[in-house]
């Protein structure tokens, strides 16, 4: 029986316990009760904001726990629970939810959205519904969604395209399956939650058979498992993405597409232009994905299209709420007020359409993905101001919330005058060390 078993064994709740006195930032209001449940947020960054905004609006007191860097943590629509400052997430997580701390926040709606939140969710599910709401989901399907080799396996099985893919057991099989492999390849994580945070990429790119070597042996280093990829070539307006709720039947309760116009860095960063529109092809093929896997919840879908064959080709799979979130809520489908809704048992919109041309936009990383593909001869200055033309939503800023944009400003001029800093302090060293250093001449 784990730490947090043992902490909940005294939190038992039943149902109708769970109606709710309502919460101040510091303490509880007694005496009084409310139908909405406050709504506890594991992680996330852009997407947890956007959720915390929402849901703030519709009356309801949001709670966060997560990275001391999001931008979540300096908005007004949010209550912000410190956690110890070199705790792993999951640890710190599992203390606050199990102890007294958190018991005037018994029954709030416990939702995730990040990686690690929907593991920690998967692994202690029992033990977290005795005393929060959960929302529905096959925690199984979910981790095997997380595993990209689960992921790749399960689309293969459903005949759905897929990139080839190669595992391997360990670097002694490498030799069996070297003619088989194409490059550029990917060393891609089975877990990307582990693996970003130690190497700050997706995927390592490798050219030739000797990089390989040498970059999994440095994965390997790390312990973290991986498969190889094969990369699919093409520009980043050829990804994307459907999104859908299932229910307790496996029934989609809407359809939702978008595409990326840019990504920074170009080929390989996250998303910085991103655009809804309307594509049924992607339907089909996700749903039968979500149909093999046993997905329930929340679905998100990835592809990209191969333009060696015309095939739309599955990258990732996400069972939760994504950095898009802010844009699907822009178009007409409030995701966050959705799930709350269904877990809380309140009526919830029926979704049967949403806005196309809505348009998500990271300003800063898109000027830097226009001046890598302007260097490339891919962009001119004209096409790039006539792609921004038109209403964008910024993933962070609003007029209303300000804080999290200004601090975020504030932490960049940070790190851009530090790396100047140091960029004029290795400049002065070289200086000094050259006028040190006797001409050939004055050594005549």
């Known amino acids: 029986m784990s730490a947090l078993d043992l902490s909940l064994q005294d939190s038992v709740i039943t149902t109708d316990q769970r109606r709710l006195c309502p919460v101040t930032r510091n303490k509880r209001v007694p005496d009084r009760c409310v139908t909405k449940p406050p709504l506890i ?62 018991d005037h926040l018994q029954g709030s709606v416990l939702l995730a959205a990040c990686d690690s939140a929907i593991e920690f969710i998967a692994h202690n599910r029992e033990t977290l519904a005795e005393k929060f ?51 550029p390849l990917l060393v891609k994580p089975r877990l990307s939650h582990l693996f970003v945070p130690r190497f700050k990429t997706k995927y390592l790119l490798v050219s030739c058979f000797d990089e390989l070597v040498t970059t999994l042996q440095k994965v390997k280093d790390t312990n973290i498992e991986y498969l190889l990829m094969e990369y699919i070539e093409g520009a980043d307006d050829q990804l994307c993405s459907y999104y859908t709720y299932l229910d307790s039947d496996g029934q989609p309760l809407f359809h939702f597409t978008k595409r990326v116009v840019r990504r920074h860095p170009i080929n390989q960063g996250n998303a910085c232009y991103h655009v809804t529109d309307h594509n049924d092809e992607l339907h089909e093929l996700s749903l039968r994905l979500f149909d093999q896997a046993g997905l329930r919840g929340l679905a998100n879908a990835e592809f990209k299209r191969d333009a060696r064959d ?46 196309d041309n809505v348009r998500l936009w990271y300003p800063v990383e898109d000027f830097r993905a226009f001046l890598q593909l302007h260097s490339r001869g891919e962009l001119t200055l004209l096409r790039w101001l006539r792609s921004i033309m038109h209403r964008k939503t910024l993933p962070v800023f609003r007029w209303t919330d ?35 250093q006797p001409s050939v001449l004055q050594s005549k």
Not at 157 to 168: D, H, K, M, Q, Y
Not at 310 to 318: H, R, V
């Open 133 to 183: 709401l959960l929302d529905e989901s096959d925690p199984q399907s979910q981790l095997c969604m997380l595993d990209k080799l689960c992921t790749y396996r399960t689309a293969r099985e459903a005949g759905v395209p897929t990139p080839r893919f190669w595992s391997l057991d360990s670097l002694d099989c490498i030799d069996a399956i070297r003619s088989q492999l194409v490059y």
């Open 41 to 102: 947020l594991l992680g996330g960054e852009v997407n947890a904001l956007s959720i915390s905004r929402s849901l703030s609006a519709a009356g309801v007191e949001v709670y966060a726990l997560g990275e001391s860097s999001s931008p979540l943590r300096f908005s007004r629509h949010c209550h912000w629970i410190t956690t110890p400052p070199k705790c792993a997430a999951e640890d710190a997580w599992a203390e606050f939810l199990s102890r007294s701390d958190s």
């Open 402 to 436: 300000p804080l999290p944009s200004l601090v975020g400003v504030a932490r960049y001029v940070r790190r851009l005058a530090s790396k100047t800093c140091r960029s004029l302090r290795r400049c002065q060293i070289w200086s000094t060390r050259s006028s040190s």
């Open 310 to 355: 015309g095939n739309l080709k599955l990258m990732e799979c996400n069972a939760r709420f994504t950095a898009a979130n802010g844009l699907v809520a822009e178009s007409g489908l409030d995701l966050g007020l959705f799930v709350y809704n269904r877990v809380t048992g309140q009526p919830h919109a029926n979704y049967t359409d949403y806005r």
